[in-house]
């Protein structure tokens, strides 16, 4: 199938751009350019010079000797996690602060829940002399102290939202309203596939280096394509660059790992998919947990980037036709995850790219299968959360 936005938005019934009439001249000058802007020869120029030298890509297709063995098959790593910030994040800050730049935006606005994306976006905006307010929930700050500091060192102002739950959707709501107040000046930069047309396609764009780079390195590794991607799925943008140019080919399984958080029946859980229904949530009519009125759910993962009760539209979209495969796994299993990568790899990864790791070991794979695995980002931020939860067993073996 080909994955395309139409004129509107649209990926078959998710998408388009439900904003207040206050934001709408915003968002038409983006539709209306974004395209044409990145297209441009200077523009692809300054970003991939950025991506490379500022960012550190390309970043590896590295041979997993051991998870090979284990799984029976070839299984590699895209190294997400080596890129400067420690994550993917930072392919589509780079690119949202030139579109900006081009744009005559000179202020930069972001919301962030655990922080990793207003961290890539504050960063960005150093580099680029730029001034980045961040909107971030009271309750988020709290718990991600280390990232508001981050924040702050490289010379964003981060917001404390005290409104509603005190995180990630009030910090989304407020990042709104200043939008709405400053249309001229200042660009938002969304973290995720998700938001109004045209977000979703930008972001899946941005992020798409993910999976041209994982193509050439397959044809450099011998030839072969892989038979199978695998990336979490939060919002859904490293999942979408890293499946963007693989969805024509229907021989590559596509998986989707979302968070199951304590269980599918426990409530408290961030598997779209299995538990969502259609609805507009942040500008976009797309798959979010809700309530019988349709009010969003409170989601819940042990980890923060997949603590979110959407999807973007375009996994909205390949889920309902079935091009890609989503499942989901547990806080429990993503612990083993992470565990199994430091211990049978040397890699220590996010929370998040832990939930990837932890499907391909129910996977039923043959030997002539090569798997691709997204490594998202890396796990400096989550040792906490690592040593709470494995607490005198860390150094137990899996
Ligand atoms: C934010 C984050 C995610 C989830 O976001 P997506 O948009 O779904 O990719 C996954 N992994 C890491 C390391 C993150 O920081």
């Not at 429990?332 to 049978?344: H, I």
């Amino acid at each position: 199938m080909r994955l395309e936005a139409s004129e509107r938005g649209f990926f078959g019934e998710f998408g388009g751009a439900y904003v207040p009439e206050m934001l709408y001249p915003n968002v038409k000058e983006l539709q209306e350019r974004y395209v044409e802007i990145m297209g441009e020869p200077s523009f692809q120029a300054e970003l991939e010079a950025l991506l490379h030298d500022f960012a550190g890509r390309p970043t590896p297709l590295f041979v997993a000797k051991t998870l090979s063995k284990m799984c029976g098959c070839e299984v590699l790593l895209k190294r997400e996690d080596l890129l400067h910030t420690g994550a993917h994040k930072v392919n589509n800050t780079i690119g949202q602060i030139l579109l900006a730049q081009r744009l005559g935006r000179t202020r930069i606005i972001a919301e962030t829940g655990a922080g990793q994306h207003g961290v890539a976006t504050a960063t960005v905006c150093a580099l680029m002399g730029m001034p980045c307010v961040v909107y971030m929930g009271e309750v988020d700050m709290q718990r991600q102290a280390l990232n508001v500091a981050r924040m702050r060192l490289l010379g964003a102002e981060v917001r404390g939202v005290s409104s509603g739950s005190k995180t990630l959707k009030d910090a989304t709501n407020e990042a709104m309203r200043d939008w709405i107040a400053n249309p001229h000046d200042t660009h938002y930069i969304i973290g995720s596939v998700v938001g109004p047309h045209p977000f979703p396609d930008m972001v899946a764009r941005f992020q798409s280096v993910i999976s041209r780079e994982t193509k050439e390195q397959c044809h450099a590794l011998g030839g072969k394509k892989p038979t199978h991607v695998v990336a979490c799925v939060g919002g859904g943008s490293n999942a979408m660059g890293a499946f963007f140019h693989f969805v024509e080919d229907e021989s590559v399984a596509l998986v989707g790992v979302e968070a199951a958080g304590c269980g599918l029946s426990s409530g408290r859980s961030a598997a779209t998919t299995a538990l969502g229904k259609p609805g507009i949530l942040h500008g976009s009519r797309t798959l979010f947990m809700q309530s019988e009125d349709g009010q969003v759910e409170e989601a819940h993962s042990i980890s923060a980037g997949l603590d979110y009760p959407g999807i973007g539209p375009q996994h909205a979209h390949l889920h309902v036709s079935g091009r890609v495969e989503y499942v989901s796994v547990t806080d429990e299993e993503a612990l083993v995850g992470a565990k199994l990568l430091a211990r049978r790899e040397g890699i220590i990864p996010a929370l998040e790219s832990a939930h990837a790791v932890a499907h391909l070991r129910r996977m039923e794979l043959e030997p002539s299968d090569r798997v691709v695995v997204v490594v998202s980002g890396r796990g400096d931020k989550d040792m906490q959360t690592y040593l709470e939860s494995f607490g005198e067993g860390i150094s137990d073996d899996v």
